[in-house]
């Protein structure tokens, strides 16, 4: 259920497929480059999954992986509050995901 609402919540954002002004050269050039921005963890991964220097467009994969991370996080707010799975619990722990400056976030 938590991963079925964060996908409809989601899904404009899925669908728009944008990239920020700073992101833009990467996907065009195929170049990494996040080691600078101050994101090493982030060259490091990418580097580790495409088995090489030259980046390539995944666009949804990382949006669909942050998606499971959440309806998961939401799973555990529910189960170590001690709280059963009622609807209102439900919307209280996708209160958090929920914000504007949250879905900036994940932009």
Known sequence: ILLLISFVYFLPLILSNSYYVDDNERALSGLTGWYY??????????????????????FPLGLLVSLFAL?????????????????????????????????????
């Open 37 to 58: 921005l101050g994101r090493p963890l982030t060259d490091y991964t990418y580097n580790l999954l495409s088995q090489s220097l030259i980046g390539i467009d995944v």
């Open 71 to 107: 309806s998961y996080s939401s799973y555990l707010m529910i189960k170590l509050t001690g709280d059963r799975f009622t609807l209102s619990s439900i919307f209280i722990s996708c209160m958090i995901w929920m914000t504007p400056f949250f879905l900036q976030n994940m932009s």
